[in-house]
Structures are given as C-alpha cells and as structure tokens.
C-alpha cells in the first residue's frame, strides 16, 4: 500500500470524529434560521470556520517542524504528544457523556436588511470562527491529523490533497445544512429544527461517545510507537 494511502487511512477516522461537532452544527442552524441574508451568512460561517481550521494546521506544522520525518513513527516525542492528547479527548468524552445536556446559550441576532453584504458576510464569518474556536475537541483532533500529515513521508502534494480532504470531512458539519438550504429552501427550516432538537437533548452523548473512540485510537497510536502494544 502507498504512503499516500496508507496516511489517507490514518487520517480519515480523525476526520470523521473532527466533523461531529454539535455546538457548530447548532450554530450554524441557528444562523440559517434566524438571519434575515441565510445564504450569505451561511457562506459567511462556513468560511469562518474554514479560516480557523487552516489557523489550527498551520499552528500542528509549526510545532511539528522539529521532528525527524525520517522515523516519524520511532520518535518518543512523537508518542509523547499521542498520548497526552488521546488521554486529553478520552477524558473530554467522558465529562461530555455525563454532563447534564446544555443547549448552547449564545444568540446570533442577525443583521438588518439594509446592511451591506460585506458587513452580513462579515458577521457571519466571525459567528463561524468563534463556534469552532470554542468547540476545542475538534481543534485538538485536528492538531493531531495534522501532526500525522506533517511527520509522514508522502509528498507534498500528496500532503496537500490529504490536507483539503481533512478539511472537506472536518466542515461536512456546515456543508450538509448549506447544501440543504439551497436545494431544498422550502423544507429545510423544517428538517434543521428537528435535527437541532435532536441534537440539544442527545449532543453530548453523541460527542461524547465518538471523543472516547478518537481518544482510545490515538492513546494505542502512541503506545504503538513506544512498542507498548
């Protein structure tokens, strides 16, 4: 198998667990219910978060840098780093699973109609960036898949294309409820609220069950370099 595959497989389940993220997916349900420009918004958070998830790989590159990608897999440091993370998202998930379920108090009030179009992208944006910024199990997935990309062998344009992939799975949490609103707008309001409320009363169970497998997989990840298991 291929380098490029080989790291495709490693990074996609921490894709998945980065993409299920309810206090984003309540964010932006709330923004496309509520705001009287949705679309513009939309596109607005969606960008938001994408400017905050590139922050995020940028600042696991940096700090990967130092690292010897010639034996990514026989570095302690490199272990060191799994299995304080994956003990970190593994302890995140169960406070999440037992928390008492919380719906997301912050309000996003909207903007006027005759604003213009830059300043209701603009809000928009910074609603998107601020919901990811807090969401820090995603951040902390992220940090790890692109410790993964940057220490591997795979060239870098392979590196790119695993980069833009992680990306597209990562933010499915926006794209699915932007590509609902614009080919179904009639009866997407309708599918969205039924999703948020499932989502304010099982959430965290939901976040919480996937935040201890992402953990466990990382924490054995770690042991595995150290030759522990």
């Known amino acids: 198998m291929s380098q490029f595959l080989t790291l495709l497989i490693q990074i996609i389940p921490l894709?998945?667990?980065a993409a299920i993220s309810p206090t984003a997916l309540m964010g932006i349900i709330l923004l496309l219910s509520i705001s009287k420009r949705p679309k513009l918004q939309g596109f607005g958070y969606?960008?938001?978060?994408?400017?905050l998830i590139l922050i995020?790989?940028?600042l696991g590159t940096i700090l990967s840098a130092g690292v010897n990608s010639t034996s990514?897999?026989?570095?302690?440091?490199?272990?060191?780093?799994?299995?304080?993370?994956?003990?970190?998202?593994l302890l995140l998930g169960i406070k999440r699973i037992f928390q008492s379920k919380t719906v997301h108090k912050q309000r996003f009030q909207g903007i006027g109609k005759k604003?213009?179009?830059?300043?209701?992208?603009?809000?928009?944006?910074?609603?998107?960036?601020?919901?990811?910024?807090?969401n820090f199990s995603t951040t902390i997935i992220i940090l790890e898949?692109?410790?993964?990309?940057?220490v591997s062998l795979v060239d870098p344009m392979g590196k790119l294309i695993i980069i833009i992939i992680l990306?597209?799975?990562t933010l499915i949490v926006c794209e699915i409820p932007l590509g609902l609103y614009f080919l179904f707008p009639?009866?997407?309001?309708?599918?969205?609220?039924?999703?948020?409320?499932?989502?304010?009363k099982n959430g965290h169970y939901l976040m919480g069950a996937v935040l201890v497998v992402i953990g466990i997989y990382i924490l054995c990840m770690g042991l595995v370099k150290l030759g522990i298991i």
């Open 145 to 150: 898949a692109t410790k993964e990309i940057a």
């Open 186 to 200: 009639e009866k997407a309001n309708n599918i969205l609220s039924k999703v948020n409320k499932w989502m304010q």
């Open 167 to 169: 990306m597209f799975i």
């Open 56 to 58: 995020v790989i940028i």
């Open 72 to 89: 990514p897999k026989s570095t302690p440091m490199l272990a060191g780093i799994d299995i304080v993370l994956g003990i970190l998202l």
């Open 46 to 51: 969606y960008f938001g978060a994408i400017i």
């Open 15 to 17: 894709a998945l667990g």
């Open 115 to 134: 604003s213009s179009n830059l300043k209701i992208f603009m809000e928009g944006l910074s609603f998107g960036f601020g919901m990811f910024l807090i």
